[in-house]
Nanobody
């Protein structure tokens, strides 16, 4: 199984970025997908999640109304559209896949597979 995250970069506050995560080696539509981020010195934190077949979405309070998660099962991909970026959004962003019941989408422990991360840096 491989999750390949991409789309990060250096932007200014207020700008937008779209992250992508391409999955291979798994039956993608059987997996709930999540985006997490980790800033230096901090624990990895939940950003957003989307259920199997796009049935439901979850967001951290800090990104609600700014970020949108989506998936394209035909392309085995999940996306994170990030608008109105802030310096505090600076982190390495990871995608993750959960093949279970997704009872606690914000917990890293429920996810079976992780991508390698993509750096997002927002300057003020």
């Amino acid at each position: 199984v491989q999750l390949q995250a991409s789309g990060g970069g250096l932007v200014q506050a207020g700008d937008s970025l779209r992250l992508s995560c391409a999955a291979s080696g798994l039956t993608f539509n059987n997996y709930n997908m999540g985006w997490f981020r980790q800033a230096p010195g901090n624990e990895r934190e939940f950003v957003a999640g989307i259920g199997k077949r796009g049935g439901s979405t979850r967001y951290a309070d800090s990104v609600k109304a700014r970020f949108t998660i989506s998936r394209d099962d035909g392309k085995n991909s999940v996306y994170l559209q990030m608008n109105s970026l802030r310096p505090e959004d600076t982190a390495v962003y990871y995608c993750a896949a959960d093949g279970g019941g997704w009872l606690y989408p914000d917990r890293t422990s429920i996810y079976d597979y992780w991508g390698q991360g993509t750096q997002v840096t927002v300057s003020s």
